[in-house]
């Protein structure tokens, strides 16, 4: 049975506001709090998905309604659908804004009409270190790197953040290198700066409802 979230869950340890990227642009983490303990809704082929290591990648294991803190700080009630991911793990999202697309070695959602999305997928690298190096080296930006920790369980990670430019289409980057059961992930969040706080805010909840299954 799904687990319930706790009371309060935060993407990241603390809000980072770093600059990065060139001249005077800059990218702040979205702060994404959860209210409230979400209502969680199972059925028996759900239940036993969620347990089956062969469950494949995007398979729906429940929907739940959770209260959502707006980025006014406002209360919101929104219905999110826990799926599971392309690992050990399983996310929820908000299928009315967000779409999916799953395969063995990618989650995608992406927001109809627009270039924003979050991916998470597998890597084959030495390190997370050296993969950020490459990300940074391959930006051609001036980024920020920081220690942080994703997900439900605050699993330790790397974030690389830059921006392209300042103007309100410029791209924004989010990149989020983590290892678990010695499988190297990375989540990349991409969007506007002028879709950062929304779109980006959504994107980033899904990021936080990341959860492994440690049993």
């Not at 791209?171 to 506007?192: P, S």
Request: aromatic fraction near 8%.
């Amino acid at each position: 049975m799904l687990k319930r979230f706790s009371a309060f869950f935060v993407l990241l340890t603390v809000v980072l506001s770093c600059g990065c990227g060139r001249g005077d642009a800059e990218v702040a983490v979205p702060h994404v709090n959860v209210a409230e303990q979400p209502q969680i809704t199972q059925t028996e082929e759900q239940k036993e998905a969620e347990l089956g290591l062969d469950t494949e990648a995007g398979t729906v294991l429940g929907e739940e309604e959770v209260i959502v803190m707006t980025p006014e700080g406002e209360p919101q009630t929104a219905s999110y659908t826990r799926v599971r991911g392309n690992g050990d793990f399983s996310v929820a999202y908000d299928a009315s804004r967000l779409s999916l697309s799953a395969s063995e070695n990618e989650l995608r959602f992406e927001a109809d009409g627009t270039p924003a999305f979050l991916s998470i997928r597998k890597e084959d690298a030495p390190s997370a270190e050296e993969l950020a190096d490459q990300y940074v080296a391959e930006s051609g930006e001036e980024c920020t790197v920081e220690e942080i920790t994703v997900g439900e369980g605050e699993y330790p990670a790397l974030w690389v953040s830059y921006a392209e430019g300042t103007s309100p289409d410029s791209r924004t980057c989010d990149l989020y290198l983590f290892r678990y059961n010695e499988k190297l992930y990375v989540a990349q969040i991409d969007c506007t700066k002028a879709e950062y706080e929304d779109l980006g805010g959504a994107l980033h909840t899904v990021l936080s409802t990341l959860r492994f299954d440690e049993g």
